[in-house]
C-alpha cells in the first residue's frame, strides 16, 4: 500500500519542521527577565557587587602584550562603575562610570584614552542606557525599558558559528543612531548571551578622484559574550565575561579581555563617591 501525503499537508509538515517562533519585543524582554529570575528576586536586585580577574591582550596590532589586573563591577540602581586595575606604567586600565547625572571615563596617560574608553567617552549614551555588562548590573538596559522607553526591534533569529539567537535591536530614545546596538538572546532559555555594537565611521565626499581613493571607512565592532550562569540570591549571573573590539579601515586592531568573576554581594551599601571617575 502506498502513503499519500496530501501536498498542503506536507507543506505544513515541512513548515512547522524549520519554523522560527517570532516574537515582539517586549514579549522576548519579558521572557528574558523571567531567565533572570522571579519578580521578587529581580525586585530585590537594587545593588551589585562583582569582582574578580581580567586579562586583556592586543590579539592584532595592539602592542601591549597580555596583561593581567583586577576587575570590579558596581551598580546601584541606575548607577554603574566597571574598572579594569592592571600592574602597568603604560596602560593601568580602564574605568568608566555613571553616577546617575554624568558619565566620566579614565586615561591612561595624561589626556590619553585607550581605544574603547575613548569610544565610550564620545558615546557616553552607551554607558548611562545600561547598555554594557549585561545582567551584571543593576543598571542593565532591559531592567529599566520603562523608565527609559527606548526603540526596540524585533530582529528574528541570528546564526553566529553553529548556534541561533533571538536578535533585538535596542536605540535610545533620544540619539544614537550611529551605532548599531543588538541583544542576543539563547532560543530555549532566553538568558542574554552576546551583546554586539557596531560603528561605521564613512567618509565625507572627497574633493577629487585621487583623495577619494586614500579614503577608507572604519568599522568599529565591538561583541560581548556572558557564560557560566549560576544562580546567585534567586538571580541567574554569569561568572564569565568576555570582551572583543575589533577595528577594521585604515589600521587593524583587535583587543580580547577575558573576565572572571569569582564573588558577587547583592544589595550591600555602594559608597556613592564610586560613580565618578576622577
Known amino acids: 500500500m502506498r502513503l499519500c501525503i496530501p501536498f498542503v499537508a506536507l507543506a505544513v509538515l515541512l513548515g512547522s519542521a524549520g519554523a522560527v517562533e517570532k516574537l515582539k519585543p517586549e514579549d522576548l524582554i519579558a521572557r528574558h527577565l523571567e531567565s533572570l529570575g522571579t519578580p521578587e528576586a529581580r525586585a530585590r536586585y537594587e545593588t551589585c557587587i562583582a569582582n574578580g580577574t581580567v586579562t586583556m591582550g592586543g590579539v592584532v596590532g595592539g602592542g601591549v602584550g597580555e596583561l593581567t589586573g583586577k576587575l570590579s563591577i558596581l551598580s546601584d540602581g541606575g548607577k554603574v562603575r566597571v574598572g579594569m586595575q592592571f600592574p602597568s606604567k603604560s596602560f593601568p586600565g580602564d574605568h568608566y562610570a555613571f553616577d546617575g547625572t554624568d558619565v566620566t571615563v579614565s586615561t591612561i596617560q595624561a589626556g590619553t584614552r585607550s581605544m574603547v574608553g575613548a569610544f565610550l567617552y564620545q558615546n557616553s549614551y552607551l554607558v548611562s542606557e545600561g547598555v554594557l555588562?549585561?545582567?551584571?548590573?543593576?543598571?542593565?538596559?532591559?531592567?529599566?525599558?520603562?523608565?527609559?522607553?527606548?526603540?526596540?526591534?524585533?530582529?528574528?533569529?541570528?546564526?553566529?558559528?553553529?548556534?541561533?539567537?533571538?536578535?533585538?535591536?535596542?536605540?535610545?530614545?533620544?540619539?544614537?543612531?550611529?551605532?548599531?546596538?543588538?541583544?542576543?538572546?539563547?532560543?530555549?532559555?532566553?538568558?542574554?548571551?552576546?551583546?554586539?555594537?557596531?560603528?561605521?565611521?564613512?567618509?565625507?565626499?572627497?574633493?577629487?578622484?585621487?583623495?577619494?581613493?586614500?579614503?577608507?571607512?572604519?568599522?568599529?565592532?565591538?561583541?560581548?559574550?556572558?557564560?557560566?550562569?549560576?544562580?546567585?540570591?534567586?538571580?541567574?549571573?554569569p561568572s564569565l565575561y568576555r570582551i572583543e573590539a575589533n577595528l577594521t579601515g585604515a589600521r587593524t586592531l583587535v583587543y580580547r579581555w577575558l573576565l572572571t568573576l569569582n564573588e558577587f554581594f547583592l544589595n550591600k551599601p555602594v559608597d556613592p563617591s564610586y560613580f565618578k571617575i576622577n
Not at 548590573?137 to 528574528?156: F, I
Open 133 to 237: 555588562s549585561g545582567v551584571l548590573t543593576t543598571n542593565w538596559a532591559l531592567l529599566h525599558v520603562d523608565q527609559r522607553k527606548p526603540k526596540l526591534s524585533y530582529k528574528g533569529l541570528r546564526k553566529i558559528g553553529e548556534k541561533r539567537y533571538h536578535a533585538l535591536g535596542y536605540r535610545p530614545r533620544k540619539g544614537g543612531d550611529e551605532i548599531e546596538i543588538t541583544f542576543l538572546f539563547d532560543p530555549e532559555t532566553f538568558r542574554h548571551l552576546k551583546t554586539e555594537l557596531r560603528y561605521e565611521q564613512r567618509n565625507q565626499i572627497a574633493p577629487n578622484s585621487a583623495a577619494s581613493a586614500k579614503q577608507v571607512d572604519n568599522t568599529l565592532v565591538i561583541m560581548e559574550d556572558f557564560e557560566s550562569f549560576s544562580t546567585v540570591e534567586g538571580l541567574n549571573l
